[in-house]
């Protein structure tokens, strides 16, 4: 098995399973059986040490710096003055095979829990969360981490600062049904710092920004100047400066259209979701 043909098996199944996930995902047993037939088909490609090149270790462990996608921010309609380097996307910034490690490790965490009605905040509604207690993860999924906070740090905080000197709080998994909603609201500042961040993964989703008024979120939400970001699965979005602190954040419901910059138009049928925060802490 070479790495094109492993990489050919991987890009097909998980479009197999995008298909089995339209029929399946209305329930939790399907949901169940969606997952297990994606787990069975990535066993399936089982690869021989013989059959790869010997730095592919080194190849598939080296984390390297990408640049965001233009074509997943929409900002035709953003009021003057905004700062597109405040709001990013970063296409594919995980493989496959790391998404369905997440997907496996927040589906094991949450499978038992119930789904809650509201949020102390009320921004959020039929929505399971978890904290991720990093010691105890697998190494895989330990690398993963490492991997979202090296980005954030290289490309999101001053070059004066080490990676060591970033305090992080830890990530957060958010399992979001179907017919949940994440409404407009700027994330507290009592705790975290100048950054949030999300991977994207199962179900494509909008999200949108419109500035706060005189901080009020309420208001926000009937200007006519917004922001959008396409968050495809496997995608990591960023908001920091002014879309972390003046603008609120919410996705839009199923079915909403987001127009690229190319002049694209994709219809977002939004279906279960998962996605995993990144935080830094607040300075002292």
Request: aromatic share 8%; net charge negative; charged share 25%.
């Given at each position: 098995?070479?790495?094109?043909?492993?990489?050919?098996?991987?890009?097909?199944?998980?479009?197999?399973i995008?298909i089995?996930?339209?029929?399946?995902?209305?329930?939790?047993?399907?949901?169940?059986?969606?997952?297990?037939?994606?787990?069975?088909?990535?066993?399936?490609?089982?690869?021989?040490?013989?059959?790869?090149?010997?730095?592919?270790?080194?190849?598939?462990?080296?984390?390297?710096?990408?640049?965001?996608?233009?074509?997943?921010?929409?900002?035709?309609?953003?009021?003057?003055?905004?700062?597109?380097?405040?709001?990013?996307?970063?296409?594919?910034?995980?493989?496959?095979?790391?998404?369905?490690?997440?997907?496996?490790?927040?589906?094991?965490?949450?499978?038992?829990?119930?789904?809650?009605?509201?949020?102390?905040?009320?921004?959020?509604?039929?929505?399971?969360?978890?904290?991720?207690?990093?010691?105890?993860?697998?190494?895989?999924?330990?690398?993963i981490?490492?991997?979202?906070?090296?980005?954030?740090?290289?490309?999101?905080?001053?070059?004066?600062?080490?990676?060591?000197?970033?305090?992080?709080?830890?990530?957060?998994?958010?399992?979001?049904?179907?017919?949940?909603?994440?409404?407009?609201?700027?994330?507290s500042?009592?705790?975290?710092?100048?950054?949030?961040?999300?991977?994207?993964?199962?179900?494509?989703?909008?999200?949108?920004?419109?500035?706060?008024?005189?901080?009020?979120?309420?208001?926000?939400?009937?200007?006519?100047?917004?922001?959008?970001l396409?968050?495809?699965?496997?995608?990591?979005?960023?908001?920091?400066?002014?879309?972390?602190?003046?603008?609120?954040?919410?996705?839009?419901?199923?079915?909403?259209?987001?127009?690229?910059?190319?002049?694209?138009?994709?219809?977002?049928?939004?279906?279960?979701?998962?996605?995993?925060?990144?935080?830094?802490?607040?300075?002292?």
């Amino acid at each position: 098995l070479t790495l094109d043909n492993l990489g050919r098996f991987l890009f097909h199944g998980q479009h197999i399973i995008s298909i089995l996930s339209v029929e399946f995902t209305s329930s939790q047993d399907g949901f169940n059986r969606t997952m297990w037939r994606l787990k069975g088909l990535l066993k399936q490609a089982k690869v021989s040490k013989r059959t790869i090149a010997p730095n592919f270790k080194r190849f598939t462990t080296t984390v390297s710096i990408v640049d965001p996608d233009p074509l997943l921010i929409d900002v035709s309609n953003a009021p003057s003055g905004f700062d597109p380097s405040s709001a990013v996307v970063y296409n594919d910034f995980i493989s496959v095979a790391d998404s369905d490690s997440l997907i496996d490790e927040l589906h094991g965490q949450t499978r038992r829990r119930r789904y809650e009605k509201g949020h102390w905040d009320a921004v959020i509604t039929d929505y399971k969360e978890i904290e991720l207690n990093e010691s105890s993860l697998e190494d895989t999924l330990q690398r993963i981490v490492r991997q979202v906070r090296n980005q954030l740090t290289s490309r999101h905080f001053s070059k004066s600062l080490s990676h060591d000197e970033v305090q992080w709080l830890p990530p957060h998994g958010i399992d979001l049904k179907l017919d949940g909603e994440l409404k407009a609201h700027v994330d507290s500042v009592r705790f975290s710092g100048d950054l949030v961040a999300g991977i994207s993964l199962l179900s494509s989703s909008i999200m949108r920004l419109k500035p706060e008024i005189d901080g009020s979120e309420s208001i926000s939400s009937a200007t006519e100047e917004w922001v959008d970001l396409y968050l495809p699965p496997r995608s990591l979005y960023v908001l920091s400066g002014m879309s972390r602190y003046e603008y609120t954040h919410e996705l839009l419901p199923s079915g909403s259209i987001f127009r690229a910059p190319n002049g694209e138009e994709i219809q977002v049928d939004r279906d279960r979701r998962f996605s995993v925060i990144f935080r830094d802490a607040k300075s002292r």
